[in-house]
Nanobody, 117 residues
Framework: QVQLVESGGGLVQPGGSLRLSCAASRSIFTMYIMGWYRQAPGNERELVASIISGSTNYADSVKGRFIISRDNDKNTVYLQLNSLKPEDTAVYYC????????????WGQGTQVTVSS
């Protein structure tokens, strides 16, 4: 059992920045792929960014603007959102997926990001 808790969402103007945090209830980063997903109303949930070991991956729509990182000592993964656009408005979810057993997967409850002037 792994608990994931997101925080850091809110309302921001276009061009602004936010930093999202995902705190895990225990140390999991050595065996789990950590990812950030988002889902806007009427859209499917999409993968925004992921990190495992020293490798990161980003959706084309956020590449160059968002940065995913982790702090192993704090059991926390972050998503830095820069140069935000209205199209980035969505609920952002933290995800942990076991590197060897993909069916072992955990989700946070989500945090709302709204980009509007």
């Amino acid at each position: 059992q792994v608990q994931l808790v997101e925080s850091g969402g809110g309302l921001v103007q276009p061009g602004g920045s936010l930093r999202l945090s995902c705190a895990a209830s225990r140390s999991i980063f050595t065996m789990y792929i950590m990812g950030w997903y988002r889902q806007a109303p009427g859209n499917e949930r999409e993968l925004v960014a992921s990190i495992i070991s020293g490798s990161t991956n980003y959706a084309d729509s956020v590449k160059g603007r968002f940065i995913i990182s982790r702090d192993n000592d704090k059991n926390t993964v972050y998503l830095q959102l820069n140069s935000l656009k209205p199209e980035d408005t969505a609920v952002y979810y933290c995800n942990a997926r076991h590197v060897s057993v993909g069916s072992i997967e955990w989700w946070g409850q989500g945090t709302q990001v709204t980009v509007s002037s």
